[in-house]
């Protein structure tokens, strides 16, 4: 069996990621070992403890632990203050302590919301990650980020606050949709255009991106070790986001703001990433930062994985051009991009002006077919 260990080097919460095929099932053992209190709270959604759940409970009371339970609302709807509201009751029902741990055991809303109770359940709980789809796996279990969205807006409120151990099985990806594996394809891309320029080359040759069961186990394990060591590596140097990290929003800008305007309901996150890496890369040729034939490259991966690579219908380049005034990104007014310069290397400008987005995007439109 194939295992891999990464460490997250933080000076503080230093903490390890653990890859291995049917690791759920030695979750109780992997727990054990960071010697936390013996109280737990499995934190999940139906979706995903109607899968794993059982597994999940089975290791851990093997192992000793007295496992609690709570499961929100599988949905991106249901990321609010609320429901987190509703894990504190179980929480205090429950009588967990300040060893106690939260276990997040499914995608990035589950992992987000989870780790934002821990931040703040008793001024901070212990957290471990259980991420259940590609995109948590790669990106929103790795580094901290947690949080839930506000009415005006995603990810609004939040906290710093990294998991004690975040533990991958990646079998369980053998029951994700395929549109949301496809999703977090665009995530290991962003890694390989940003960062590792031998994952790139990897995803070039690899015959099928876009469903797990065309991939073989060693090539999934091999794209996972590198996603997370990539991420693992900008998180290590800048944990809360003082400068590198900043590069691991690639795609997020334009992103952001076709996913805001086709309501989040249209788009899945990757979707929108793989459409504002094509644009910053654009941008990135018309600023003679990179090259035409590194553009083109990257255009066939995102083509390959079967992820989106022109703006949706109905959606006004003018109406991106405003949105982009609202990310969280901008600084002093000026949108700041981040902008590949060669394969597995990118840096972040705010010289992008207006005019050029303006262009870049008219070459994104939706291609018209004449009747
Ligand atoms: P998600 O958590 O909504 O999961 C997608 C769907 O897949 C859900 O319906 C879920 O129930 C289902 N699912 C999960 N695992 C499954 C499995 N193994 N088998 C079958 N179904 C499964 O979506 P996501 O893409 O994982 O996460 C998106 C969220 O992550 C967003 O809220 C985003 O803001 C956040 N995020 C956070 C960070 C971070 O750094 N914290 C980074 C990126 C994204
Ligand atoms: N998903 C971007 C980050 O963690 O910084």
Same mark, same amino acid.
């Given at each position: 069996?194939?295992?891999?260990?990464?460490?997250?080097?933080?000076?503080?919460?230093?903490?390890?990621?653990?890859?291995?095929?049917?690791?759920?099932?030695?979750?109780?053992?992997?727990?054990?070992?960071?010697?936390?209190? !013996?109280?737990?709270?499995?934190?999940?959604?139906?979706?995903?403890?109607?899968?794993?759940?059982?597994?999940?409970?089975?290791?851990?009371?093997?192992?000793?632990?007295?496992? !609690?339970?709570?499961?929100?609302?599988?949905?991106?709807?249901?990321?609010?203050?609320?429901?987190?509201?509703?894990?504190?009751?179980?929480?205090?029902?429950?009588?967990?302590?300040?060893?106690?741990?939260?276990?997040?055991?499914?995608?990035?809303?589950?992992?987000?919301?989870?780790?934002?109770?821990?931040?703040?359940?008793?001024?901070?709980?212990?957290?471990?990650?259980?991420?259940?789809?590609?995109?948590?796996?790669?990106?929103?279990?790795?580094?901290?980020?947690?949080?839930?969205?506000?009415?005006?807006?995603?990810?609004?409120?939040?906290?710093?606050?990294?998991?004690?151990?975040?533990?991958?099985?990646?079998?369980?990806?053998?029951?994700?949709?395929?549109?949301?594996?496809?999703?977090?394809?665009?995530?290991?891309?962003?890694?390989?255009?940003?960062?590792?320029?031998?994952?790139?080359?990897?995803?070039?040759?690899?015959?099928?991106?876009?469903?797990?069961? !065309?991939?073989?186990?060693?090539?999934?394990?091999?794209?996972?070790?590198?996603?997370?060591?990539?991420?693992?590596?900008?998180?290590?140097?800048?944990?809360?986001?003082?400068?590198?990290?900043?590069?691991?929003?690639?795609? !997020?800008?334009?992103?952001?703001?076709?996913?805001?305007?086709?309501?989040?309901?249209?788009?899945?996150?990757?979707?929108?990433? #793989?459409?504002?890496?094509?644009?910053?890369?654009?941008?990135?040729?018309?600023?003679?930062?990179?090259?035409?034939?590194?553009?083109?490259?990257?255009?066939?991966?995102?083509?390959? #994985?079967?992820?989106?690579?022109?703006?949706?219908?109905?959606?006004?380049?003018?109406?991106?051009?405003?949105?982009?005034?609202?990310?969280?990104?901008?600084?002093?007014?000026?949108?700041?991009?981040?902008?590949?310069?060669?394969?597995?290397?990118?840096?972040?400008?705010?010289?992008?002006?207006?005019?050029?987005?303006?262009?870049?995007?008219?070459?994104?439109?939706?291609?018209?077919?004449?009747?």
């Amino acid at each position: 069996m194939t295992q891999s260990v990464i460490p997250v080097n933080l000076p503080q919460n230093a903490y390890e990621i653990a890859l291995a095929s049917d690791s759920l099932d030695r979750l109780g053992a992997w727990i054990k070992s960071l010697h936390l209190g !013996h109280k737990v709270m499995l934190v999940s959604n139906p979706t995903v403890f109607g899968y794993y759940g059982k597994r999940a409970i089975a290791s851990l009371e093997t192992a000793g632990f007295e496992v !609690h339970l709570h499961l929100f609302n599988d949905g991106e709807a249901y990321k609010t203050l609320d429901s987190v509201a509703q894990l504190y009751d179980k929480a205090l029902a429950a009588g967990l302590e300040r060893n106690s741990t939260f276990i997040a055991l499914g995608g990035g809303v589950v992992g987000d919301m989870t780790g934002f109770a821990a931040a703040t359940w008793l001024r901070g709980i212990g957290f471990i990650q259980i991420p259940t789809t590609l995109l948590a796996m790669v990106d929103a279990s790795i580094g901290g980020k947690t949080g839930v969205n506000h009415p005006q807006g995603k990810n609004l409120i939040g906290a710093f606050y990294q998991p004690r151990l975040v533990l991958i099985d990646p079998t369980v990806l053998q029951t994700l949709p395929e549109r949301e594996f496809r999703a977090g394809i665009a995530e290991v891309i962003k890694y390989g255009v940003i960062w590792d320029a031998g994952l790139f080359r990897q995803l070039e040759d690899a015959r099928h991106l876009a469903n797990p069961s !065309h991939l073989s186990n060693p090539l999934l394990h091999e794209i996972l070790m590198r996603s997370c060591q990539a991420k693992a590596e900008v998180v290590g140097q800048d944990e809360k986001e003082a400068g590198l990290r900043a590069i691991l929003n690639y795609g !997020h800008t334009i992103g952001h703001a076709v996913e805001s305007l086709t309501g989040y309901t249209e788009l899945l996150h990757g979707e929108g990433v #793989a459409i504002g890496m094509v644009a910053a890369s654009r941008l990135a040729v018309a600023l003679n930062l990179w090259s035409a034939e590194d553009d083109a490259r990257q255009t066939q991966v995102i083509e390959k #994985a079967g992820l989106p690579t022109r703006i949706p219908e109905g959606v006004e380049i003018e109406a991106i051009i405003a949105k982009l005034q609202t990310d969280k990104k901008v600084k002093d007014g000026r949108v700041r991009f981040v902008l590949p310069t060669r394969i597995g290397n990118a840096t972040v400008s705010d010289r992008v002006d207006n005019e050029l987005i303006r262009d870049t995007l008219t070459q994104l439109q939706p291609l018209t077919v004449n009747r």
